[in-house]
Each structure stands twice: as C-alpha cells, then as structure tokens.
C-alpha cells in the first residue's frame, strides 16, 4: 500500500490523522514532529504522499516545500493549516505542494484528497514518459504483411500475464512493442518502467533492479525502490538484457521464481506483482551455448517470444514511416511541412537500413528536412551512399511473403509517382482500370495516408 507521511508538531494529532488515514483507506503511515524530521524520513523511506503543516516552529512548513524542491525528493504534498489563511496555503502551492485542506476537513475528504494527489501523481509519471516516446517517434507504423503479423503477435501475448522476450535488430522499436503490449494488457493502467541494461554501469544495475537502503554502499544517502518495486501493478521492461552482468542475472532469476526482491542493504524481502517484458538484438542461444548468458533465466524470459521485423523487410511501409517523421519532426521545429519528391521515396525503399533500421530512418528525415529549403525535398538531399541505391530483394521469410512485399513496394512506389490519383496509377501500370487497382490495394492494405 501507499506510504503516508504526516507532518506537525503537535503528536496527538499527527497520530490521529496517521491512525484514521490506515483506518479509512489502508494506507501505511508514519509521522514526524518537525520540519527535519519529515526530511529525514524523506532520506530513509520512499514516501508516496506527505500531509505537511504549515505552521510550525523552527523549521516550518515552507521551508520544508523548498528543501523537498532542492533536494529533489519526488512526491506530492498536501497541506493543511487550522488558522483559515487561505492565502498563505495559496503560496505553498506556488512552493509546489499539489493542493491544502483545512484541518476541520472530514477524515473521508482527506484520505480521499491523498488519493487524488498519489494517482495524479503517478499519471503525470506516465504523461512524460509518454510524451519523451512519442517525441522519438514511433516504429509501429505500417500496414504491411510484416507489420500485420506483428500487430497479431502483440495481441495474442498481451493478455497472458507471462515473461516476454522481444527480439529483434537495433532501431526497430522493440521498447515501442513492449509498451504496446502494456497497453494492451490488464495492467495497462498500471506503471511502464522501462531499464535499459547496458547504459548502466554493472556497480548500479543491481541497485536500480532491487533498489537500496540508505547506507547500504557510499552514496547511498536515501532508500531507493528499484525498478521492480516501481513497476509493481504494470509492467518492466529490460531492455538489452543480453548485456546483463551474471551476478545481476542470478538475482532477476530469483526474483523472477519468488515475486519478490530484497533491497541491498535490506534484511527483509519485499512482494512485488510486475510483469517483465525483455527485449535484446543479440543471439540469446549463441550466448547460452557461450556461457555469457544463464540457461535457466533465458528458459524463464523465453515463455513467448515476439520478433520485430527490420525494416528491409517491411520496406513497402518506408513512404508511410518517412511521411509520418516528416509531420512529427517538422510540428516540433516549428517548421512549414514540406513534401518528399517521388524519386526520394522511391530512393528509401531500395535501401538496406541495416544499420539501424527504422531510428536511422527517422535521423536521415531529420537530415533531409534541415537542409531542404524549398517545399520539396529532392533527391539531392539524400545522403549520397542512399541515392542510386540497387532494388531491394525482399528478404521475407516465406515466398508468399517475398511475393506479397514485392507486390506492394510496386504499388505504393507508383502511387507515389502519381500523387496518389487512381487512375493514373492504373494506367501506368498497365491495370485494366482504377477498379482493378482498388482491388489490389484492399488485398494489401494500402491507404492513403
């Protein structure tokens, strides 16, 4: 349950309050009788609410609201006062407490109002991690056979409350696929926490996982509820798992096997309800079969596997993902959007991508509409290893699956050359009329954007 920290000087009533808010709502409570105090709980426990007041001696309740600003402790406060001045709780607010109540509240109104501010809380979480991902754009943009498979691939594994293991090259939007798969899921209006294993140093990976306590290595100056803890509700992501160090791989096993985590430091467990969700562009078996990667984890994060295709693969979805880019990365420069002449898009369809997929994709639109000047960008703002490029083979698993790609690169090629007009397209293509063509692109799935 949430934990509650009341604040104020007068113990009789911040027991009173802690007692009633457990009583009501079942929150976990704890109290402290002083400005530094309520601090030094904020250094040692991972609060999700604090009811402050305002009036105090020595260290009163404002200076407590900057000390939590500059110190960049991360929860919502509430404040209560019993002298009626409202403007003084009016200037707290200002100092970033989320809302005040007056003492004389019913006990029901405020443990109803600390629900409010955890939730709140917890959605503004999510807005920004939200909008940090739609600022990268998306991956999942597509109508080809490739992308259709994948789309029944994420709704048949949603609902299962199972490990996921997503694979696939770099810059194909694996964390984009997992975050679907949240979304989709029961615990879609729980926490995404999202760890990516080799940006972190193997001395923190543990730490950010499981979490800590305070002093439990030089540095520590806090608790610290890691990732698990966090996503406890919802979902965990790992990404570059293969990266995992052993040691790190032998606690997530454990962790995985028990639901539950220790924090270091700690001496009690923890029970957690998180989904995991890893992802990797590596070889998971060559590693097993190496010994750089665990059997046992790899058989635990294997139950289902969901595999992102490159975007060579899907290259008949290039037109859509680079216009899609186009009117993203154009809104946030404040830019008027431009177009891409035919020949440029027929140019990204004929390359291989292979380094870095759809993340390359996107920077080389970047590119191309910084130095663009006019409405179109031409052919001459394509990098020079992208122009010329030979015609893809498309490297679909199946025959009918190269057939189909194939077929659809045709079509939407044309249909760019032609400005999307129907008729035209027939005619160049040689269709009996825009009939026959209509009929080809329902098969395939091809709209105008």
Known sequence: MPLVLVVDDVKTLADQYAYDLKRIAGYTTRVATSGQGALDILTIEPVDC???DLEMPGMDGFEVLRRIKKDNFHVPVIV???TGNYERCVQAIKLGAYSFIDKAESMERVAHEVGNAIERWRLEAEVKSLRREVAADTALVGKSDAMRTLAEQIARVAPIPSPVLIVGE???GKELVARELHRQSSRANG???AINCASLPETLIESELFGHERGAFTGANRTHRGAFE????GTLFLDEIGEMPAAAQAKLLRVLEQNEVTRLGAERSVKIDTRVVAATHRDLDADVAAGRFRQDLFYRLN???VRVPPLRERASDIPELANHFLSAISSRFGMKRKRFEPEVLDALMRYDWSRNNVRELRNIVERMVIASDGDAIAIDALPAEIRGTEPL???AQTFKGKKSEAERQIIVAALERNDWNITRTAEELGLADH????KIMRRLAIKHR
């Open 230 to 233: 966090q996503a406890t509700g």
């Open 50 to 52: 604090v009811i402050l």
């Open 435 to 438: 009939a026959s063509l209509l």
């Open 191 to 193: 926490p995404f926490v």
């Open 80 to 82: 209560y006062t019993g």
């Open 393 to 395: 083979t498309p490297p």
């Open 170 to 172: 770099s810059g194909t």
């Open 303 to 305: 139950v289902h596997t």
